[in-house]
């Protein structure tokens, strides 16, 4: 059985461009969690999507944003690229988050550099 | 709110050696725990788990017990190995909108 994956898995955008990535659950998860690993700062919750809405966000601009697609998969977008967006995004997937309890399971995530 | 408090590194150890990775959580309710294991270059793995008091999560020669009276699920290994390098991260989720609530991981290096 095929494990979450990320499209690109590296990439490198200049300041003011704008990105996306992509990932694909699991087959049978339906949500999907976006995650931020920037140097030094651990693991930050971005957004999470469940049956192709949007049900929560975390503590980042609007520039920030994604979408799920009735395939569940997911996409998301960066607008005006600023250096700190430097990181590792992770994506996860599971069954129904809201009341599951059990693990993610995570991709091997897309490594953006921006110049 | 929810948050997880994990001792941070590096923690430089010799091959054999004990391993202990604190990690402390506040939470309502009773939420799961997890450790993940991050090798270089890579996603994250699940390590082990554990979902309710006293249970004992184990993989690949690592263990955490679920604490609840001591709110912890500390990790450790009784003879480290090289291999073992990695970034550790200790996370909990109680289910709803948050999904898991990470601390922000040890950097463990082995030497031989």
Redesign the interface.
């Known amino acids: 059985e095929a494990g979450v994956t990320q499209s690109p898995t590296h990439l490198i955008k200049t300041r003011g461009q704008q990105v996306t990535l992509r990932c694909s659950p699991i087959s049978g998860h339906t949500s999907v969690?976006w995650y931020q690993q920037a140097l030094g700062l651990?693991?930050q919750?971005l957004l999470?999507y469940d049956e192709g809405e949007e049900?929560?966000r975390g503590n980042f601009p609007p520039r920030f944003s994604g979408r799920q697609f009735p395939n569940y998969s997911s996409e998301l977008n960066v607008n005006a690229l600023e250096l700190e967006d430097s990181a590792l995004y992770?994506c996860?997937s599971s069954y129904f988050?809201?009341?599951?309890?059990?693990?993610?399971?995570?991709?091997?995530?897309s490594r953006l550099t921006v110049l | 709110g929810n948050s997880v408090t994990q001792m941070e590194g590096p923690v430089t150890l010799s091959e054999e050696a004990f391993l202990t990775i604190n990690c402390t959580y506040t939470a309502t309710g009773y939420?799961?725990l997890?450790w993940?294991v991050q090798y270089p270059g890579?996603?994250?793995?699940?390590l082990l788990?554990a979902?309710k008091a006293d249970d004992k999560g184990s993989n690949k020669g690592f263990e955490a017990t679920y604490r609840k009276e001591t709110t912890s699920f500390h990790l450790e290994k009784g003879s480290v190995q090289v291999s073992d390098s990695a970034v550790y991260?200790c996370a909990s989720?109680?289910?709803?909108?948050?999904?898991?609530?990470?601390?922000?991981?040890t950097h463990l290096i082995i030497q031989p």
């Open positions: 969690y651990g693991l919750f999470w049900r929560n992770l996860a988050g809201g009341a599951d309890t059990g693990e993610l399971f995570f991709g091997e995530g | 939420p799961s997890f993940y890579e996603g994250l793995q699940l788990k979902t991260f989720r109680r289910g709803g909108a948050d999904g898991l609530t990470f601390g922000k991981g």
